[in-house]
């Protein structure tokens, strides 16, 4: 897959700095990015140049150190081991490798967990007939969806997942791709402080006094436990929740859910058809689920034949 249209630039101008047909050779990359747009992806082309230059600067430090050790003390084995342990260490700089669990020794690990503890990493939905038969609710790396017509209050359902895991101590990140922010925020308002959200103005001093007063809300630094986000409808990708998520643990704040609202605003595939399209979105979610180690809620709406049999 082609990354994207600057990189590209980038790299021939750094190949070809001193050749006179490099204004032809861009012209070429801008003609192909005119004709051929699939939705490019740069995430493994970046995560190479990044792993690259981590091994050239961590060959680098090993070498400076080896030098330093071998002028100290030439002559002594152990910094022929040090020496020997600074450039092995340093030749397996490579991305993070996680190769899952050794299963036979995990086995004592796993059972140790006692049921109280596994079961304040679960995810509820607050709805006893579904939560009952979940063995207490949801895990990390899960996704669900709600599944319904417009207007019938998918958005609302999603609210309430947030509020009621926030309740029970979880963080978590509400990416809205239809209401803005503010109207998300007043919808939770509501929710939390049990006043009808035509009187929320009216109580702001009451509002205000009970968010700040409620329990079991976990705090991470200066953060709420619930961040708020919006982006354009039809833009969003996986990717572009994905670099979100990022930044935001960058700056501290590690959620342990998402509420996406909802899949038919996010960005659709070219050049495939709807529904593949956000089968394939949905995939995308729950791999970034798993990734991520969080649990996803979503919404969905039925196409029209899916109306009609209903």
Not at 119 to 126: G, M, S, T, V
Not at 221 to 232: A, D, S, T, V, Y
Request: glycine fraction near 6%.
């Amino acid at each position: 897959i082609l990354p994207r249209k600057a990189f590209i630039i980038q790299e021939l101008k750094k190949a070809l700095k001193d050749n006179k047909a490099l204004p032809y050779y861009l012209g070429e990359v801008n003609v192909l990015f005119d004709y051929f747009q699939p939705g490019l992806e740069a995430r493994d082309y970046l995560a190479n140049k990044v792993t690259y230059f981590a091994k050239i600067q961590a060959l680098r430090q090993a070498f400076q150190k080896s030098l330093e050790m071998i002028d100290k003390a030439p002559e002594s084995e152990q910094t022929w081991v040090k020496v020997y342990d600074e450039m092995r260490t340093a030749m397996t700089t490579h991305q993070n490798f996680d190769i899952g669990i050794d299963y036979l020794k995990s086995a004592k690990d796993r059972y140790a967990e006692t049921e109280e503890e596994a079961e304040k990493d679960r995810f509820i939905l607050n709805l006893p007939s579904v939560d009952g038969k979940l063995a207490g609710g949801y895990c990390r790396g899960e996704i669900i969806s709600i599944v319904a017509g417009s207007g019938v209050g998918k958005s609302v359902m999603l609210a309430n997942i947030a509020a009621t895991n926030i309740l029970r101590g979880k963080r978590g990140v509400y990416i809205s791709l239809e209401l803005a922010e503010k109207k998300v925020a007043n919808r939770l308002d509501a929710i939390f402080t049990s006043f009808p959200i035509q009187e929320l103005a009216v109580h702001k001093d009451d509002v205000c006094d009970k968010l700040a007063n409620l329990d079991n809300v976990a705090y991470e630094g200066e953060l709420w436990p619930l961040i708020i986000k919006q982006f354009p409808a039809g833009t969003a990708t996986t990717n572009t929740i994905r670099a979100y998520i990022s930044q935001l643990r960058f700056r501290g704040f590690n959620p342990d859910f998402l509420i996406i609202d909802y899949v038919g605003e996010m960005a659709l595939h070219r050049d495939m058809k709807t529904y593949e399209s956000r089968e394939q979105i949905v995939r995308e979610l729950r791999a970034l689920a798993t990734e991520e180690n969080v649990f996803i809620a979503t919404a969905m709406q039925p196409n029209r034949d899916a109306k009609r049999e209903g």
